[in-house]
């Protein structure tokens, strides 16, 4: 497994940008499917995007057009672009990683908050 620490969370007003950041340790990140998650209070953990090993990527309906995920294998950091924030893209956002021979996300970053004010 790799071990994952996110950053880049923080206060933004409505419309406003912030960008994640998930640092991996450990070796074969780039053999890693990577993947933002959030969980909003009194709410359920959703998924918000991912970026396949192979270069596919995908993202949640709430956040297509807006956030862009990206990924940097010799940094071993997979980033998370939100753009033009709103209100309930408050959440804590989650980094997690999945190895080619894993069929659900095994490694977890403690997340980081991002609060969006109106």
């Known amino acids: 497994q790799v071990q994952l620490v996110e950053s880049g969370g923080g206060l933004v007003h409505t419309g406003g940008s912030l960008r994640l950041s998930c640092a991996a340790s450990g070796r074969s990140f780039s053999t890693y499917t990577m993947a933002w998650f959030r969980q909003a209070p009194g709410k359920e953990r959703e998924f918000v995007a991912q970026y396949d090993w192979y270069g596919l990527l995908s993202y949640g309906d709430d956040v297509k057009g807006r956030f862009s995920i990206s990924r940097d294998n010799g940094k071993n950091t997979v980033y998370l672009q939100m753009n033009s924030l709103k209100p309930e893209d408050t959440a804590v956002y989650y980094c997690?990683?999945?190895?080619?021979?894993?069929?659900?996300?095994?490694?977890w970053g403690p997340g980081t908050r991002v609060s969006v004010s109106s």
């Open positions: 997690a990683g999945r190895a080619q021979h894993e069929t659900d996300f095994n490694s």
